[in-house]
């Protein structure tokens, strides 16, 4: 029987429905819901580690965030310019840097900063949030110098023979004309950094703080020891990043859409 | 457009240029350039494209830096290494062929930007010389615009009134036509052609000869970096003498008939 093209379309679209609710039905028939449920989704059990979780692993979270990506900014910035200076040992100092602690798992930074300093330098003892901030900014900074270089090379030149046929300096046509329109450039990628950052705030588990200083994940981690829920606290601690980072995408959106209007 | 405001006279400033050089690695785009333009001159620049006209008029600002030779803008030594490039810019304005408004301002704040930050002016009366510049070329109801809600022809004029904003003595035009639609070329050359009227002192790199008959004081013809021939306007287009001139003129005013060597 010969088919037209849009039937054979049809077709293929029930087909791949079928498929995709078949091995779904089939993942469900799988699961032990007793088990599953004692182990994901113990939330009467959770009772103790409320209200930490948020008055103390939510504030850290973002403190730590908020800290490291400040400090991030400044330096990617001054990495930036850097790197498209005329001055070659500025432009070599800042790709050797990028190249480093882009290339670094974040982990290993922490424990460099967090064991490695008090070690080499007997005496000197950072407090966790300083350590934390450092590692991570000095991480992010990397990222976000690319980011800030590309945005600032993205905007034309004639912007800036523009500005400077009108008597502007160079600082004040960078500050006046080319940054706020890099800056609806690197809105997007800026996001993925933050939101990159929040889950990398989760890595100061590792230096192994007083309470005062947990995150979430590390309360999240202590949980499943001392609740016998499973693996439930460290769901809970999930949906609350999801509580952070969703937000942060969509104000992203707004802002997008804000600027496209104003500059197709 | 108010009438009052078009027959506003400028201080005008001139130029001066002496043995002018510049190269790009090996290649030599100028080759020793002499240009003088008086106070309230105008002065049309032709020539095919490469020729170095462009280059010429981005080295009278500075725009690019010339490699010999001397330029006197209005008072200032541009190729002084002390001289303050910044404070000379104030006073040459500059028209692009691709109009390089700031798209994340609006029309009125083009226009104003470079007054208060640059300047100094306070905000009202930064916004006053603004309108009154928006008003001389015919949009003085688009200062909430912005750049990209305007056509061409409009975006151009905008342009010629940010310039004209920061009260410059003298306006260089970079093939200010060339990007346009053809409908919108004349309602820019209408403007252009006030302000000669006004006396300002104006270097204009174009393509548009009938512009250039009518307005220009003086027409310079440029081919492979070398001034070719100059004179008054209606002389060199009407009655060109050098044989690349005549050739370059019948390709431009009568592009139908080019004949390809084969």
Redesign the interface.
Known sequence: MAMTTRQRARLSKIIQIVIFLGVIVAVVLQVDWRILGDNFFAFDKLGPIFPELITVGLKNTLYYTVISFAFGLALGLLLALMKMASFAPYRWFATGFIEFFRGVPAILVLIAFGYGVPTAFPGTSWPQPVVVMVSLGLVSAAYIAETLRAGLQAVPKGQIEAARSLGMPAWRAMVTIVIPQAFKIVLPPMTNEIILLTKDSSLAFILGASMAQYEMTKIGRDGITSLGAGITPLIVAGAFYLVITIPLSLIARKFESRSARTKR | MSDNNTQTTFKASGVDIRGLHKSYGDNEVLKGIDLEVKPGEVVCLIGPSGSGKSTLLRCV?L?EQPNAGVIHVGGFDATDLDVDL??M??K???V?Q?F?????LTVLQNCT??QT???KRPAAQAKETAQKNLNRVGLGDFGDR?P?QLSGGQQQRVAIA??LS?DPTLMLFDEPTSALDPETVGEVLAIMRSLAKGGMTMLVVTHEMSFAKEVADRVIFMDGGVVVEQGPAKEVIGNPQQPRTQDFLKRVLDPTHVEIAE
């Open positions: 600002n725009l910044d404070k810019r104030q040459v304005g500059m692009f691709q390089n408004l700031f798209p994340h930007v470079a930050k640059v300047l912005y990209d940010r310039a920061m």
